[in-house]
């Protein structure tokens, strides 16, 4: 009677076990985007805006080993005319200007560690006043070769533009002046041509004073032989 209880108790302890694992927490990694505020102002020395990745907790998952991520890159091409990516703390990072994806990767990941830095210029003059914009990262990938999670990221900042748009104005303003100042100014074409009739006439002019001054020489010359013919006849 006490082996069938042992046998007994020994399949429900088997049954338990087979139809009830033990829970197992899957293998993930903690990332995000951050700026340094979430209130950016635009000025003339203040204008480009930095969005830092940041890996958070590694959960299930070694330090110190290969790891990589790619992403497509979201960001308002109006208000952002060029990007930049660098790789931070011994990380590779780079962006393409063609399909907006950033991709980076490192020998020895480590938990709680910026890994690129994200630079965006802005263009203020199609910034109003107070503009709100996000930024994000769109199918985000980060590998071990091994496993893979895929996600989506995104920050939202709200831009303060304080570049004056009287100063827009004026820079226009300054340049139509630069502008205007640059044209040769050319009068009607009646003038031109009386120009042309008088460049044209001094040629004749001096003509006329050579034929006038030859008269005056062949009558002097006429008068002094005929002088002279009197005196041999006298």
């Known amino acids: 009677m006490k082996k069938i209880k042992i046998l007994f108790f020994s399949i429900l ?3 338990y076990i087979l139809f009830n694992p033990l829970e197992v927490q899957a293998a993930t990694i903690d990332i995000n985007m951050k700026t340094e505020t979430k209130n950016y102002t635009i000025t003339d020395e203040n204008n480009i805006l930095i969005v830092t990745i940041e890996l958070g907790d590694f959960i299930n998952l ?13 960001f308002d091409s109006s208000i952002f005319e060029e990007i930049k990516v660098e790789g931070i ?7 393409n200007n063609e399909n907006n994806m950033v991709v980076g990767d490192v020998a020895k990941a480590k938990a709680n560690t910026q890994i690129a830095k994200i630079s965006l210029k802005i263009n203020a003059y199609n910034v109003s006043n107070m503009e709100n914009t996000t930024i994000g990262l769109k199918n985000l990938i980060i590998t071990d070769g091994e496993f893979e999670i895929v996600l989506d990221k995104q920050i939202s900042i709200k831009l303060e533009n304080n570049i004056s748009q009287n100063e827009n104005t004026n820079n226009n303003d300054t340049q139509k002046i630069t502008n205007i100042k640059e044209v040769t100014l050319i009068k009607p074409e009646e003038t031109v041509a009386s120009k042309g009739q008088e460049v044209n006439s001094l040629p004749n002019t001096g003509l006329r004073k050579n034929i006038i001054i030859t008269i005056i020489g062949v009558v002097i010359l006429s008068i002094i032989f005929k002088i002279k013919s009197r005196k041999i006849k006298y």
């Open 89 to 95: 703390n011994g990380w590779n990072a780079s962006f």
């Open 62 to 74: 070694p330090e110190e080993e290969p790891l990589g991520f790619s992403g497509e890159l979201e």
């Open 13 to 15: 302890l088997i049954s």
